[in-house]
């Protein structure tokens, strides 16, 4: 079989407070959506932002991340892969599809404070980026350094 790639990364804003449940077999499930915005020039020349929804399911211990420390308004930055599943509709027998992405990868992008809504986003300080993968904590680059507005050149 040749080779193939199913891979999904989306820098995004999470549209409300991931939903959280357990499995029968208590494996941890968090779903949530982020927001993406394309910025382009319309036919009369004006810009037009379209922005794009995409559902997000983690499992096991990205999904305890996700419960723990993401909130609606957090910006993330996520890697996954894409999965389609479908069902016949009970009610109208139409064929039904549900596309999401399956998070393998999650870095928290948003410290405290900077949600859009008052409250902890799980206890980093602004200048803080955690990042997070299936198996557990990747790196924390909570020891880097802060770039200020001084910092920048222009």
């Known amino acids: 079989m040749a080779k193939s790639v199913n891979k999904v990364i989306l820098l995004g804003n999470v549209g409300k407070d991931p939903e959280i449940k357990a499995t029968a077999s208590g494996t941890v499930v968090a779903t949530f959506s982020i927001a993406t915005s394309e910025r382009f020039k319309d036919k009369a020349g004006t810009w037009q932002d379209r922005t794009e929804w995409h559902n997000l399911v983690a499992y096991q211990r990205t999904a305890e991340i996700v419960r723990d420390y993401v909130k609606k308004g957090n910006k993330l930055y996520?890697?996954?892969?894409?999965?389609?599943?479908?069902?016949?509709?009970?009610t109208t027998g139409q064929k039904k599809y549900k596309t999401e992405i399956i998070v393998n990868d999650l870095s928290l992008l948003s410290g405290r404070g900077e949600s859009g809504e008052s409250g902890s986003s799980g206890g980093y300080s602004k200048s803080n980026t955690a990042s997070f993968d299936q198996r557990g904590p990747a790196e924390d680059f909570s020891q880097s350094t802060e770039i200020t507005d001084d910092d920048i050149p222009f």
């Not at 894409?82 to 009970?90: C, E, R």
């Open 78 to 90: 996520v890697e996954g892969r894409l999965q389609t599943s479908s069902w016949d509709d009970k």
